[in-house]
């Protein structure tokens, strides 16, 4: 049978030059060269569809908007959704695939100052993977309903969790940098 | 200079051989073959420390234990840990790296019944990222101090996030086939 370790990993876009020319480093960002190696590889496991195209449209973070997104989740994992139609919310994981990857400080546009790229919720990150709760509103085979997603149109999909309450929920956590700022 | 598409993915365990015979498929379960190409890498970018060297000694969720858990980032990306110290809660990703991806549907052993990986927070999954929920209580350098991780100690670090209440807390989520099991 074919194994993990078989699997060839297709070319992806520099991210120094970057697929998207909003990308660029700003003054007061500032980047390091990246490994020289993957150490884990992602399967795409559908696509999420937003009304979206342009970078500049996009929700500023997922509560900016009440659109109701979907997430097409592959035939291959049909299976994998059952029970998920008992959730009120999710934890949705998805891949950032147009964000440069080589930057450890951020200048964002909408905020003043740079920020560890930790610190912030930017696309912009080693592993460019994004993290929402939305709230389901129906599914209808391999097709979720969501609200609260705030990505481009077609953005790959890489995993669908329960969201839980008890553990995922602390109504508390203070950022202390964001004090009014948007992320 | 060296481009993300240079990098080569290095060899992985095959998943439904599994590294860890708690692994095998159970009565119930279904896997399904797995892709034949990653879509995209993923850079480990530090390691997690915790009290667990075996599986069976694991939390069975992240509010399991209040022990104290270190995530030790790597020195390439020490600076985007700036203004991380303002958090008071972070949302942490990590890579199960000793589980198989091939399973749609699971009977987790503490629980009654198959459920779809979707609605499981199990680490078995296509693509095995997990996200806790973690209260900051210090930074020394390079070193986080955490409470709330429940994984194997050395397990791989794939990002940190500041954790907003504003749009990752929702205290009356619900998962209904959930009545009162554990996860």
């Not at 195209?53 to 929700?59: E, L």
């Not at 009440?66 to 934890?91: F, K, N, P, S």
């Not at 929920?169 to 203070?174: I, K, M, R, T, Y």
Request: proline share 9%; with cysteine; aromatic share 6%.
């Amino acid at each position: 049978m074919t194994t993990v370790s078989d699997r060839p990993l297709p070319p992806l876009p520099d991210p120094a030059s970057g697929a998207d020319a909003e990308d660029d480093a700003r003054p007061g960002e500032i980047a390091v060269p990246l490994p020289d190696a993957y150490d884990a590889g992602v399967f795409y496991i559908g696509r999420i569809g937003t009304p979206w195209t342009r970078r500049a449209d996009c929700p500023r973070n997922a509560r900016g908007s009440d659109a109701v997104c979907t997430i097409e989740v592959d035939e291959r994992w049909a299976a994998a959704l059952t029970g998920v139609e008992t959730c009120t919310h999710l934890l949705v994981l998805y891949w950032m695939d147009r964000a440069r990857r080589d930057l450890v400080v951020q200048a964002p546009r909408h905020s003043t100052g740079s920020r560890g790229t930790f610190a912030l919720r930017s696309p912009v990150r080693p592993n460019p993977i994004a993290a929402s709760v939305v709230r389901l509103v129906g599914i209808d085979g391999t097709r979720l309903s969501v609200v609260g997603l705030d990505c481009l149109d077609g953005t790959p999909l890489v995993d669908i969790k329960p969201y839980f309450a008890s553990t995922d929920a602390v109504g508390d956590a203070v950022v202390g940098w964001h004090a009014g700022q948007s992320k």
